[in-house]
């Protein structure tokens, strides 16, 4: 990632808070309040026939699709320059029924397609002898609108140069082997010049895809804070309002229609707070992505769906608090010889599991002592996982010498970890309720320690299944060869120092929470009915997927099946006169 990719815009939030809070009734900068009506017109800076409010993994491809309709297309970004949370991203997309798929004589019918997506997203209600599986009509629709149109999507932007791919076909679902289920590898598609360990993905989707859209005529203007939307008398969305890096507002025309694809709301402690099922301290998503669309569509009338879930995964808890830009997910806790424990020194999760599905982990409650025991927990690994599991892609806590390290805790011996970790959970104290190790910590943890050597010496860990699943021997990363217990994710961890450690908590790779949309993209109002010219797409609306993460890339495929749907809608809008 570059400086430039990971710099977000000077434009003060305050501008954004005065323009679109609700109840607002003047703009400090000039011109309407956020989705205000405009009585008499009013003159626009520039114009467009669709303006796109995001240059990142949803904004770029629905620019796209819109500009090869014939469209005069412009996307406005906050930050300095395109990507947004696209361009840290291995950029994995999971397209169901994909072409690559097909031409290689597998099947994935859309029946079995959606009882996977309908057990997952929904598995309190889901009954496969129902017409939509115990999904509502709305959750049944948007799905069935991913099948339809991720790969049309994915194969028009290979066609056009924008978004080469090379199929992943050993890569499973990430319940895959889920009883009763049938859930095919092969969904999986990556940048085709990614390079071979695929976590580079973001870097080479984003500058193909920037590449085309400037090559196609898309203008992109970046430092371009949108803070509302303009509307006319008959409560069209006509164009937008946008605060610029240099302090000044302007207002920006859409003829046809105004598509919002600006990203979640991961870096808005107050959204986090009010809608977030989970105490999380941030996450890695563009530093740009505070909930703007929420805001801006408070004055509108939209519902707001799926608000309380994240792209979720574990993350570094130095990092999270210090909004370090640079920060990824921990998509692999890697070493064998290492595990992680709470508080008390205890395991408490399967390290391997997927990280999706390890958050909730960090977040339970425990009501006799009223505190999370596990908010911050510790992973611990000694000079073997240090030597040969060390790596720079997916998130990795362990990484080589000579990379930012700053987050690892180093000790000679057990005793001298402990008083490192202490000390730096001391150091986060004010942010973390005071969180301190037990007084038993480091018995527990000896016991803890002699306890998973018994269960990886013997290849099996009765207590927590790791490394059962084939999804976590994929993730599983670099380990030194040689172990002999038919295991690869567990090796005993050493009696012997150096020992180190890492502070790890939950978080986002993005909120997947906001306005309700139908499945062309279209905004929806209280009474269910599109908002005329006004869409939206990607993280900054409400996703069907419920709390699940289906499989790797099921954020990106998902997006561009919407950008296409989107686009071919906006397309189709009447001219405004306004």
Same mark, same amino acid.
């Given at each position: 990632?570059?400086?430039?990719?990971?710099?977000?815009?000077?434009?003060?939030?305050?501008?954004?808070?005065?323009?679109?809070?609700?109840?607002?009734?003047?703009?400090?900068?000039?011109?309407?309040?956020?989705?205000?009506?405009?009585?008499?017109?009013?003159?626009?800076?520039?114009?467009?026939?669709?303006?796109?409010?995001?240059?990142?993994?949803?904004?770029?491809?629905?620019?796209?699709?819109?500009?090869?309709?014939?469209?005069?297309?412009?996307?406005?970004?906050?930050?300095?320059?395109?990507?947004?949370?696209?361009?840290?991203?291995?950029?994995?997309?999971?397209?169901?029924?994909?072409?690559?798929?097909?031409?290689?004589?597998?099947?994935?019918?859309?029946?079995?397609?959606?009882?996977?997506?309908? +057990?997952?997203?929904?598995?309190?209600?889901?009954?496969?002898?129902?017409?939509?599986?115990?999904?509502?009509?709305?959750?049944?629709?948007?799905?069935?609108?991913?099948?339809?149109?991720?790969?049309?999507?994915?194969?028009?932007?290979?066609?056009?140069?924008?978004?080469?791919?090379?199929?992943?076909?050993?890569?499973?679902?990430?319940?895959?082997?889920? @009883?009763?289920?049938?859930?095919?590898?092969?969904?999986?598609?990556?940048?085709?010049?990614?390079?071979?360990?695929?976590?580079?993905?973001?870097?080479?989707?984003?500058?193909?895809?920037?590449?085309? @859209? +400037?090559?196609?005529?898309?203008?992109?203007?970046? #430092?371009?804070?949108?803070?509302?939307?303009?509307?006319?008398?008959?409560?069209?969305?006509?164009?937008?309002?946008?605060?610029?890096?240099?302090?000044?507002?302007?207002?920006?025309?859409?003829?046809?229609?105004?598509?919002?694809?600006? #990203?979640?709301?991961?870096?808005?402690?107050?959204?986090?707070?009010?809608?977030?099922?989970?105490?999380?301290?941030?996450?890695?998503?563009?530093?740009?992505?505070? #909930?703007?669309?929420?805001? !801006?569509?408070?004055?509108?009338?939209?519902?707001?769906?799926?608000?309380?879930?994240?792209?979720?995964?574990?993350?570094?808890?130095?990092?999270?608090?210090?909004?370090?830009?640079?920060?990824?997910?921990?998509?692999?806790?890697?070493?064998?010889?290492?595990?992680?424990?709470?508080?008390?020194?205890?395991?408490?999760?399967?390290?391997?599991?997927?990280?999706?599905?390890?958050?909730?982990?960090?977040?339970?409650?425990?009501?006799?002592?009223?505190?999370?025991?596990?908010?911050?927990?510790?992973? !611990?690994?000694?000079?073997?996982?240090?030597?040969?599991?060390?790596?720079?892609?997916?998130?990795?806590?362990?990484?080589?010498?000579?990379?930012?390290?700053?987050?690892?805790?180093?000790?000679?011996?057990?005793?001298?970890?402990?008083?490192?970790?202490?000390?730096?959970?001391?150091?986060?104290?004010?942010?973390?309720?005071?969180?301190?190790?037990?007084?038993?910590?480091?018995?527990?943890?000896?016991?803890?320690?002699?306890?998973?050597?018994?269960?990886?010496?013997?290849? +099996?860990?009765?207590?927590?299944?790791?490394?059962?699943?084939?999804?976590?021997?994929?993730?599983?990363?670099?380990?030194?060869?040689?172990?002999?217990?038919?295991?690869?994710?567990?090796?005993?961890?050493?009696?012997?120092?150096?020992?180190?450690?890492?502070?790890?908590?939950?978080?986002?790779?993005?909120?997947?929470?906001?306005?309700?949309?139908?499945?062309?993209?279209?905004?929806?109002?209280?009474?269910?009915?599109?908002?005329?010219?006004?869409?939206?797409? #990607?993280?900054?609306?409400?996703?069907?997927?419920?709390?699940?993460?289906?499989?790797?890339?099921?954020?990106?495929?998902? !997006?561009?099946?919407?950008?296409?749907?989107?686009?071919?809608?906006?397309?189709?809008?009447?001219?405004?006169?306004?």
């Amino acid at each position: 990632m570059t400086d430039k990719q990971q710099k977000p815009s000077s434009i003060s939030r305050r501008h954004f808070i005065k323009t679109s809070g609700a109840g607002a009734a003047a703009v400090a900068l000039g011109g309407l309040p956020a989705g205000s009506v405009s009585a008499t017109p009013q003159a626009y800076d520039s114009e467009h026939d669709i303006v796109v409010c995001g240059g990142g993994g949803s904004g770029l491809p629905a620019a796209l699709f819109a500009r090869w309709l014939g469209n005069d297309v412009a996307i406005l970004e906050k930050a300095a320059s395109p990507g947004g949370t696209a361009a840290k991203a291995a950029f994995w997309y999971w397209v169901p029924n994909n072409k690559a798929l097909r031409d290689a004589g597998n099947t994935d019918p859309k029946p079995e397609f959606m009882r996977y997506v309908a +057990r997952l997203s929904r598995p309190q209600s889901y009954d496969p002898s129902l017409p939509k599986l115990g999904l509502s009509d709305w959750e049944y629709e948007m799905c069935e609108a991913i099948y339809e149109s991720a790969s049309p999507a994915v194969e028009l932007l290979a066609e056009k140069g924008a978004l080469p791919y090379r199929h992943v076909p050993d890569v499973p679902d990430y319940w895959a082997d889920l @009883a009763g289920e049938n859930a095919p590898m092969g969904r999986v598609l990556i940048p085709k010049d990614t390079s071979p360990s695929m976590a580079d993905g973001g870097q080479v989707a984003i500058r193909t895809l920037t590449v085309a @859209a +400037r090559r196609d005529g898309v203008k992109i203007h970046t #430092g371009q804070r949108v803070v509302g939307v303009i509307r006319n008398e008959k409560g069209r969305a006509v164009g937008v309002e946008v605060a610029t890096e240099e302090g000044t507002t302007r207002r920006v025309r859409a003829r046809k229609a105004v598509i919002f694809a600006s #990203g979640g709301f991961t870096h808005d402690p107050e959204l986090r707070r009010n809608f977030l099922s989970m105490p999380v301290y941030g996450g890695c998503a563009a530093l740009t992505n505070e #909930g703007d669309f929420v805001r !801006i569509s408070s004055n509108l009338g939209v519902q707001l769906g799926n608000m309380n879930y994240a792209w979720s995964c574990p993350i570094l808890l130095e990092k999270a608090l210090a909004k370090d830009g640079s920060m990824s997910g921990i998509f692999t806790m890697t070493g064998d010889s290492m595990l992680m424990v709470n508080k008390y020194g205890q395991r408490v999760v399967n390290e391997k599991t997927l990280y999706n599905e390890m958050v909730p982990t960090f977040f339970q409650w425990d009501g006799t002592r009223a505190e999370y025991p596990n908010l911050v927990m510790c992973s !611990i690994w000694d000079q073997r996982a240090q030597d040969h599991s060390a790596s720079k892609d997916y998130g990795s806590q362990i990484v080589p010498d000579g990379t930012d390290n700053r987050h690892v805790i180093k000790g000679e011996t057990l005793e001298d970890l402990i008083k490192g970790i202490a000390a730096r959970l001391h150091q986060y104290r004010s942010d973390t309720g005071n969180l301190k190790l037990s007084p038993d910590f480091l018995n527990n943890l000896k016991a803890t320690i002699h306890r998973f050597n018994d269960l990886a010496r013997n290849g +099996r860990d009765l207590d927590f299944q790791r490394g059962e699943r084939a999804v976590e021997r994929m993730f599983n990363g670099h380990v030194k060869p040689g172990s002999k217990s038919g295991n690869p994710t567990m090796y005993p961890i050493s009696n012997r120092g150096p020992y180190y450690a890492a502070l790890i908590t939950g978080g986002t790779l993005d909120t997947k929470g906001g306005p309700r949309t139908n499945s062309h993209g279209q905004v929806l109002d209280y009474a269910n009915k599109p908002i005329p010219g006004l869409y939206g797409i #990607g993280n900054c609306v409400a996703s069907p997927s419920g709390r699940a993460y289906w499989s790797g890339g099921a954020t990106l495929g998902p !997006i561009m099946a919407f950008a296409y749907r989107a686009a071919n809608q906006a397309h189709a809008e009447p001219l405004s006169q306004d």
